[in-house]
């Protein structure tokens, strides 16, 4: 019997699948979830108007971290709302109020995105 403290050993072959689940994860997420689809369109026309009008290194790294936290928190959500329904495929306002509360969270991140997006293309666009 394996002892399950031991670490199995480094592997370029599982790091390979591991990424390949990832990118199984994030397609999975692009084919169920149409607000990803939004963050999707959102993502390039922020990295097209970054290209346009010349934000600073500063402002791409800023704007970079908004648009991975809203991704993050966008899969996030999805996982968590998977989860709820095998664990509850029944309606229970338990369920509602978690799923609630994992969207809202990507709601919050999407504000906060749009708030620093605003800050940063506004000077740019006025000038």
Do not use: Y
């Not at 966008?74 to 509850?88: G, I, P, Q, R, W």
Request: glycine fraction near 4%; aromatic fraction near 8%.
């Amino acid at each position: 019997m394996p002892n399950i403290t031991e670490k199995p050993s480094f592997s370029i072959a599982q790091r390979i699948k591991s990424i390949e689940h990832a990118v199984c994860g994030i397609t999975e997420m692009l084919k169920s979830e149409h607000n990803a689809w939004v963050h999707l369109f959102s993502t390039i026309c922020v990295i097209l108007l970054g290209l346009l009008l010349h934000v600073t290194s500063t402002e791409w790294c800023l704007l970079i971290l908004a648009i991975v936290s809203v991704w993050v928190a966008e899969a996030l959500n999805t996982a968590f709302e998977l989860l709820c329904d095998v664990a509850s495929p029944d309606f229970h306002p338990l369920v509602k109020k978690s799923k609630d509360v994992a969207a809202g969270a990507v709601l919050l991140s999407a504000i906060g995105a749009f708030i620093l997006a605003l800050l940063i293309f506004i000077p740019h666009l006025t000038a």
